[in-house]
T-cell receptor, first 114, second 113 residues
Framework: KAGVTQTPRYLIKTRGQQVTLSCSPI?????VSWYQQTPGQGLQFLFE???????NKGNFPGRFSGRQFSNSRSEMNVSTLELGDSALYLC?????????????FGSGTQLSVL | GENVEQHPSTLSVQEGDSAVIKCTYS??????FPWYKQELGKRPQLIID?????GEKKDQRIAVTLNKTAKHFSLHITETQPEDSAVYFC????????????FGRGTSLIVHP
């Protein structure tokens, strides 16, 4: 079974631009969640999608948005990039995101904003 | 919302020593506590988890303990090996509506051969 796939692996953008990241979950997984990882800040939750609906949202500004398609693939968009958006963006998939369910992470997209 | 504090941020041990990482959580409704390991340049992977109806769980050289009254849980690694070197994240999930785990900031464990 293929794991969680994130593309692209690396991205370099300049301030003010926008970016779209993609995440393909494990086949059969319906929940996709997104996390921002920065040194010393751990994994900060952005949002979670289940069956094409945003089910949970973290404390990030509206510049961060996402969506999920009927095949469970998800995209995350960041508009008007700021220097502080430089981070590793991880997505994770699970069957339904119920309590006690293991998250399967992708390798992440390393975003650098110059 | 839930808040998870994790200590220490960095832990350096000699091969063969034990390592302990501690986490506290704020929401008494949390009842699922997973631990993820992230090796350098790799994705986080679940290594062990515990539910609130259990006080301790072991899997070979790793164990997790939970004290619900004090709202803290710990990861114990015995007989550490260089391949245990990684960043470890604890997390807590609320049972009441959001199953999304809240993660601690991570502990960088360095095992010196």
């Amino acid at each position: 079974k293929a794991g969680v796939t994130q593309t692209p692996r690396y991205l370099i953008k300049t301030r003010g631009q926008q970016v779209t990241l993609s995440c393909s979950p494990i086949s059969g997984h319906r929940s996709v969640s997104w996390y921002q990882q920065t040194p010393g800040q751990g994994l900060q939750f952005l949002f979670e999608y289940f069956s094409e609906t945003q089910r949970n949202k973290g404390n990030f500004p509206g510049r961060f948005s996402g969506r999920q398609f009927s095949n469970s693939r998800s995209e995350m968009n960041v508009s008007t990039l700021e220097l502080g958006d430089s981070a590793l963006y991880l997505c994770a998939s699970s069957l339904q995101s119920t309590l006690g369910e293991k998250l399967f992470f992708g390798s992440g997209t390393q975003l650098s904003v110059l | 919302g839930e808040n998870v504090e994790q200590h220490p941020s960095t832990l350096s041990v000699q091969e063969g020593d034990s390592a302990v990482i501690k986490c506290t959580y704020s929401d008494s409704a949390s009842n699922y506590f997973p631990w993820y390991k992230q090796e350098l340049g790799k994705r986080p992977q679940l290594i062990i988890d515990i539910r609130s109806n259990v006080g301790e769980k072991k899997d070979q050289r790793i164990a997790v303990t939970l004290n619900k009254t004090a709202k803290h849980f710990s990861l114990h690694i015995t007989e550490t090996q260089p391949e245990d070197s990684a960043v470890y994240f604890c997390a807590a999930s609320e049972g009441g509506g959001s199953y999304i785990p809240t993660f601690g900031r991570g502990t960088s464990l360095i095992v010196h051969p």
